[in-house]
């Protein structure tokens, strides 16, 4: 049986049709469908079900998708073994936050190929919430505070920020000083989320408003400096501005908790290495550039 093949048939299972899988796998969809169909050929069963909206498995292709996908996991793992030591090979798809990615997590990425020139690096850059299984993802760089998940989570570095404003803001309307007097301010916000404020030893939660909103940190940083509203956000975006007295810090004695920089994976008994060897050159970078990943705590 071709592992290309049973490769191939979960990428397309967990995509939910033959285009997003040859988009993931790199192939044409010509090239997917003739490995499902020589697949189906040998087990002598119908695995996918064709619909309009792409490929539905059947009860067969349920059952056998498991053990599939545990076989494809087992040869990665029995590769590896095999590997020089310190080689890598194969494809890493990760995606990374667009407000930190082109700064702070590409040179990372980079220096990475640079070390494993046979490893295939696919990188997704968006401040989107990405589903790592569903989109087949091997892992996620993501900063802030996480979400309880199934997912599993490795911390690689703290992540710094603070509460800040312009000048023409603070002249206008003022700064607030408690999290009360801040819920009557214009907020810069990515949606609907709370703030997270240290209120001596306890943390406590704030939802303020505005009217401004954006899905990404730069473009909330851009706002903060015309001067639009509050922002709540990480020094390593805001700290040149803070040099330069276009930004100030408020709401000092009300600091954000230290946030984290984080890799994500699927959940599943032991990390690939590829993911092992990414997890480590972030933590080296935390600890050799301090400045650079906004560590100014």
């Not at 401040?127 to 993802?137: H, K, P």
């Not at 408690?178 to 404020?197: C, R």
């Not at 050159?281 to 705590?297: A, C, H, P, T, V």
């Amino acid at each position: 049986m071709n592992i290309e093949e049973l490769r191939t048939f979960v990428e397309v299972a967990d995509a939910g049709g033959v285009s997003p899988a040859a988009r993931r796998l790199g192939v044409s969809k010509s090239i997917v469908s003739r490995r499902l169909l020589r697949l189906e050929a040998e087990l002598g069963v119908q695995l996918l079900a064709r619909t309009t909206r792409g490929a539905a498995l059947t009860e067969a292709g349920i059952t056998f998708r498991d053990y599939a996908a545990r076989v494809c996991a087992e040869i990665d793992v029995a590769k590896e073994t095999l590997l020089p030591a310190g080689d890598l090979r194969g494809r890493l798809r990760v995606t990374v936050p667009l407000s930190f990615g082109p700064t702070h997590f590409a040179p990372v990425l980079a220096e990475m190929a640079r070390r494993h020139p046979q490893l295939h690096i696919h990188t997704s850059y968006s401040d989107r919430f990405v589903d790592l299984i569903a989109e087949g993802y091997d892992c996620a760089i993501r900063v802030g505070y996480l979400q309880d998940s199934d997912l599993i989570a490795r911390r690689v570095g703290p992540i710094y920020g603070k509460l800040v404003a312009s000048p023409d803001y603070i002249k206008a309307h003022g700064a607030p000083e408690t999290p009360d007097e801040l819920l009557t301010h214009q907020a810069l916000m990515q949606g609907t989320e709370a703030w997270q404020l240290m209120d001596g030893d306890k943390i406590i939660a704030v939802r303020p408003q505005g009217n401004f909103k954006a899905d990404n940190g730069i473009a909330l940083v851009a706002a903060a400096v015309a001067g639009i509203g509050i922002g709540y956000l990480p020094d390593c975006l805001t700290h040149e501005h803070v040099a330069s007295g276009a930004l100030v810090p408020i709401m000092t004695n009300h600091p954000p908790p230290p946030a984290g920089a984080y890799v994500i994976r699927p959940p599943g008994q032991h990390p690939a290495r590829k993911i092992r060897v990414l997890t480590e050159l972030l933590i080296e970078n935390f600890e050799q550039d301090s400045r650079r990943w906004g560590l100014e705590g």
